[in-house]
């Protein structure tokens, strides 16, 4: 009845911390195939998260539905639904914002509201708790966007040019939000908070120009990269910023999400860029594969 394409997405991309996120060319595919009772729910999970995710009542898109419904006081229906995940689970690429979004607009739909895109981005921060992933991962392209509990504002800006690609390195470990969050600390030097907002700046501004010759810098951080990478096994964290960052083939690299997923953005073949990416994981004894990916400038894709 619905069919939801929702892009992965790589978000606090640098200075960026809670602020900016770019959707990727990478996707989960959900289909609500039968509406059943209230409270009804079923579901066949395929590919990443299928033994995680099979108990349809825990799953985050059928929560994110509920609570999308109980937001905007319209019926609850059960349904049946199909769930194709090529988005690794806990790795900092979005897959648990592709749930929300899915839920969010699969209520909107079946609510028949047609609701305007501010108030699902609303709906949708308000569940996932910050924007950097969800908007993106609804518009596509790349994101600034600012919400303070309530009110959210954003700002979409171009995707990147088709010879820019996105290596993501993929390792075998996880990184759950909750340790990424709680490595960071209570309070910052101000002359951290300096650093970033100029960083931050320049990367806002050099993309929407198409200065990517700036984008390295722009990515650089002190806000939580740094204290993100200590959850890396061995150096391997340390070692992305000391040897990835100035591998000839790299335009900028950064801890993709909450990690452990490393990115970088790279001109054209990605082939040598990928090999060392992988490698220092292997380095620190970890398996690890990679996407080599683009920027997904549509976000979701809606069929009912």
């Not at 690429?93 to 699969?106: E, F, M, P, Q, Y």
């Not at 990478?229 to 083939?249: M, Q, R, V, W, Y």
Request: hydrophobic share 40%; charged share 20%.
């Amino acid at each position: 009845m619905i069919r939801l394409k929702v892009p992965a997405t790589t978000a606090n991309l640098g200075s960026g911390f809670d602020t900016l996120g770019m959707a990727l060319t990478l996707y989960n595919i959900f289909t609500v195939k039968e509406i059943l009772p209230e409270g009804e729910y079923t579901c066949d999970i395929y590919g990443e998260g299928a033994d995680e995710l099979k108990d349809a009542r825990k799953n985050m898109l059928v929560t994110s539905y509920i609570k999308a419904c109980n937001e905007w006081n319209v019926p609850i229906h059960g349904f049946s639904f199909e769930s194709c995940n090529a988005v690794p689970l806990n790795r900092g690429l979005g897959s648990s914002s592709t749930a929300v979004v899915a839920g969010v607009a699969i209520a909107n739909v079946l609510s028949g509201l047609n609701l305007p895109e501010a108030e699902l981005l609303r709906v949708m921060t308000k569940i996932e708790g910050h924007p950097d992933n969800v908007v993106p991962c609804y518009i596509g392209g790349m994101t600034v966007s600012c919400w303070d509990g309530e009110s959210l504002r954003y700002v979409r800006l171009p995707a990147l040019p088709d010879d820019l690609n996105v290596i993501a390195a993929v390792p075998d470990f996880e990184v759950h939000t909750e340790d990424a969050r709680r490595i960071l600390p209570e309070s910052v030097p101000f002359r951290d908070a300096v650093f970033n907002v100029s960083h931050a700046s320049i990367l806002c501004a050099a993309w929407a120009m198409g200065r990517w010759d700036l984008l390295r810098v722009g990515m650089e951080d002190r806000l939580h990269q740094p204290h993100r990478a200590k959850l890396f096994p061995g150096s391997t964290g340390e070692k992305f910023f000391s040897e990835i960052a100035n591998h000839p083939d790299c335009v900028a690299t950064a801890i993709s999400g909450s990690g452990p997923t490393m990115i970088a953005i790279v001109h054209g073949l990605a082939g040598k860029l990928s090999q060392a990416m992988c490698r220092i994981f292997t380095d620190g004894g970890a398996a690890s594969h990679f996407f080599v990916l683009n920027c997904s400038s549509h976000g979701t894709v809606i069929e009912s």
